[in-house]
């Protein structure tokens, strides 16, 4: 059983949080406002603790960032301390949005969320994954017709071997995860995000992952 930390409570971080919780992991969910804790509490699984998002991240073992990608990078820069010695996994893609509310740009062009997040915070372990699909298509991977691919970025190899057992517990198999290699791959599938939109005006939200065929 691992300690997980879980950044935002929105629909990325509540579907991982009832999968991993399911899977015999300690989960607790943060919030940046205590008052939101009672509504949230009511639709997610009594097992699954809540607090603040500094308190969760001083306290996990793994922390999971689900939190807007465009505010990621001032909200976890601000909990540096805390993250120390940490393995933090990153789900989250920095974009801004096109007049529809759909990605539309990049933040941070030329780089990407998970190399901004390992520069801010350099005693923590930042290892990019599930960003190139629909929320529920992480904790699902089965669904899909065709075996999706997560994939894996980061330096150091320790916590991808962490995150690659994390993936098992959410139904990912060996077959289905490929590792990039460091953190500067992360700017590789964070640029996938840019053919969401496009597929989503085009066939509405269904699941599906940008993944390798072979």
Known sequence: ??????????????????????????????????????????????????????????TADVVIN???GDTSLDRLAGLRAELCGRLLVDVSNATRDADDGLPGD????????AEQLQAALPD?????????????????????????????SGDDQNA?????????????????????G???TARATEAMILVVPHILRRHGFKPFAVSLAR
């Open 106 to 113: 990049l933040c941070y062009p030329g780089s990407s969320l």
């Open 182 to 184: 460091g953190i500067t």
């Open 1 to 58: 059983m691992t300690s997980i930390g879980i950044l935002g409570a929105g629909r990325v971080g509540a579907n991982l949080a009832g999968k991993l919780s399911a899977a015999g992991h300690r989960v607790t969910l943060g919030v940046r406002n205590p008052e939101e804790i009672a509504a949230l509490a009511a639709g997610i699984a009594p097992q699954i603790a809540f607090a603040d998002q500094r308190t969760t991240a001083r």
């Open 124 to 152: 923590t372990h930042v290892v990019k994954t599930l960003n190139t699909m629909l929320f529920m298509v992480m904790t699902a991977p089965e669904t899909l017709a065709t075996p999706p691919t997560a994939y894996l």
């Open 160 to 180: 991808k071997k962490t995150v690659t057992g994390l993936l098992g517990d959410l139904g990912w198999q060996p077959a289905w995860i490929e590792d990039l």
């Open 66 to 68: 689900a939190t807007p």
